[in-house]
C-alpha cells in the first residue's frame, strides 16, 4: 500500500500562483511515476502533469507552460508550481502515485480561483 498526503491547496486571484504537494510512503519502489490529475464540479479526472523518477514529464496541452512539475525522488515529493492561474483551473487536484501494478490516489485538495 501507498500513502499520498498532499497539500498547497487554497483560494487565489486570477493571475496569481500556487504550489501544491505531496508525499508518497508505504512500499514505494525507487522507479516510479508521481503526478497530478484534476477533477472540476460536472466534469471527469483529467491530467494535469505527470513525472517519472527519471524525469520525464508529460503535461497536458492546456496547461503547459503555467505549470510545472518537479519532484524529489529522496523525499518521495511531487510538487506542482501553477502560475498565471484563471478561474477555469479551479478543481480538486489529486496526487497520483504508480510504482508496479494498480496507482494509488491522494484524498484531493482544492484550488479555487476567483475572477
Known amino acids: 500500500q501507498v500513502q499520498l498526503v498532499e497539500s498547497g491547496g487554497g483560494l487565489v486571484q486570477a493571475g496569481g500562483s500556487l504550489r501544491l504537494s505531496c508525499t508518497a510512503s508505504?512500499?514505494?519502489?525507487?522507479?516510479?511515476?508521481m503526478g497530478w490529475y484534476r477533477q472540476a464540479p460536472g466534469k471527469q479526472r483529467e491530467l494535469v502533469a505527470i513525472?517519472?523518477?527519471?524525469?520525464?514529464?508529460n503535461y497536458a496541452d492546456s496547461m503547459r507552460g503555467r505549470f510545472t512539475i518537479s519532484r524529489d525522488n529522496a523525499r518521495n515529493t511531487v510538487y506542482l508550481q501553477m502560475n498565471t492561474l484563471k478561474p477555469e483551473d479551479t478543481a480538486d487536484y489529486y496526487c497520483?502515485?504508480?510504482?508496479?501494478?494498480?496507482?494509488?490516489w491522494g484524498q484531493g485538495t482544492q484550488v479555487t480561483v476567483s475572477s
Open positions: 508505504g512500499s514505494i519502489i525507487s522507479i516510479n511515476t
Open positions: 513525472m517519472t523518477t527519471g524525469g520525464f514529464t
Open positions: 497520483y502515485y504508480r510504482g508496479v501494478g494498480s496507482g494509488y
